[in-house]
């Protein structure tokens, strides 16, 4: 009865690790300031709704999506200290890349 009683206990605090040691990673794909957040899938409505236009775009050219040529473009805001890089296809967010700025003097 112990054993199982202490392998279950075992398993439930790797699992909390886990959990906690891969939660910057789950952050990585969403952007938050001042309250506000989008995540990877949401439209460029969203985005342009809740954070305006992006302080840089730069049209990437097409991926293949298995279906259709898709445009790709590249979006970024900064928010000091982060930069955000969005990758916007068929308008939606694909790939959002969470950058730490470092001053410079």
């Known amino acids: 009865m112990k054993k199982t009683k202490i392998s279950t206990t075992a398993l439930l605090l790797a699992f909390l690790f886990i959990l906690i040691t891969a939660a910057p990673v ?39 999506d298995g279906y259709h040529q898709c445009k790709v473009e590249l979006w970024v805001y900064d928010f000091f200290p982060w930069r955000y890089e969005l990758k916007i296809r068929r308008g ?9 700025l470092r001053k410079v003097r």
């Open 26 to 64: 789950f952050a990585r794909h969403s952007m938050r300031h001042d309250g506000r957040r989008v995540e990877v899938g949401d439209s460029v409505a969203d985005v342009i709704s809740l954070f305006g236009e992006p302080d840089m775009k730069v049209d990437l050219g097409e991926t293949d």
């Open 92 to 100: 939606q967010i694909w790939q959002l890349d969470k950058i730490r």
